[in-house]
């Protein structure tokens, strides 16, 4: 079993109790996985996307951000996957920390609609592939009821 099948494991159990669910399942993907530098979760709230629970060294300035606006507000807008290998070639990336490289934005999406994302940024170049993609659009499906930090929303 690779690191990410023992993580999905971990993750089901972990949406399968109570308690604050979003916050464990980052604190998890962060410890597990050295390439997530800094990774969040945004909820949509109305026209925009609020950062929720979070882990990494230090709090981002973008805690609210339109949707349609960036990198994160575009995967919001399409419902689509973004995979960006050098955020610096972007002009849609927010910039957050110097030290970000790469970032893959992962749309949540609950009774068909989107209702939240996993950013998640890398330091490293090119950090986020077709692994990362199906892994964390996994991990997006298993945590699309809880997309009320610390609420079920079913």
């Not at 998890?28 to 109305?46: A, M, N």
Request: hydrophobic fraction near 40%; include cysteine; proline fraction near 5%.
């Amino acid at each position: 079993m690779d690191e990410r099948e023992a993580a999905l494991i971990e993750i089901e159990a972990i949406a399968g109790r109570d308690g604050d669910v979003l916050q464990r399942v980052v604190d998890l993907l962060h410890e597990r996985f050295e390439d997530y530098s800094w990774l969040g979760i945004y909820l949509v709230e109305g026209s925009d996307l609020v950062l929720g629970p979070w882990k990494g060294p230090q709090a981002t300035e973008h805690v609210r951000i339109p949707v349609g606006q960036g990198i994160c507000g575009a995967a919001a807008a399409s419902g689509e996957t973004e995979i960006v290998d050098d955020v610096n070639a972007d002009p849609r990336y927010l910039a957050c920390f110097p030290s970000t490289r790469s970032e893959i934005v992962v749309p949540i999406a609950h009774e068909g609609r989107v209702v939240g994302e996993i950013d998640i940024d890398s330091d490293r170049p090119g950090a986020f592939g077709a692994v990362d993609r199906a892994f964390l659009e996994h991990v997006a499906e298993l945590i699309s009821p809880y997309r009320l930090a610390g609420r079920q929303a079913r």
